[in-house]
């Protein structure tokens, strides 16, 4: 009975022994530094560009009639609901802009799907709005 104690006393303060502090790691506070870094250059970045870059949008119209590109934008909304629609005014032009895609391969699934509702729909590189 002494020596099944004496066993078990023994492997279990080796068992604490093995364990690491995770506060005391150097490797995972550096690591925890580099992070807290990159969150805060990322979300200085975002204050200083408002929030905007480089990225691709959707052209459903353009025309110099605002009624025309009105009609437009409000089909595009009820129609691709999850997809944000924007009018803008290109001198001399009005024009309406469907999405906010990172990438070229984003833009082209949704344009797709687009195209059997507006044909003449293409992807343009523009400034897009980031979460």
Do not use: C
């Not at 807290?36 to 353009?62: M, S, W």
Request: no cysteine.
């Amino acid at each position: 009975m002494k020596a099944l104690l004496l066993f078990f006393f023994v492997s279990g303060t080796l068992a604490l022994a093995g364990q690491e502090n995770p506060w005391n790691n150097p490797v995972q506070t550096k690591t925890q530094l580099q992070v807290n870094e990159l969150v805060q250059k990322k979300a200085e970045y975002h204050r200083l560009t408002n929030g905007v870059q480089d990225g691709y949008r959707i052209k459903l119209h353009f025309g110099s009639d605002r009624a025309a590109a009105e009609d437009v934008k409000e089909k595009s909304a009820a129609r691709f609901a999850d997809l944000p629609t924007y009018l803008d005014y290109q001198q001399p032009n009005f024009v309406v802009l469907a999405g906010d895609f990172k990438s070229r391969l984003e833009a082209f699934e949704s344009l797709r799907k687009i195209q059997s509702e507006f044909p003449n729909a293409f992807i343009v590189k523009g400034k897009i709005k980031t979460d």
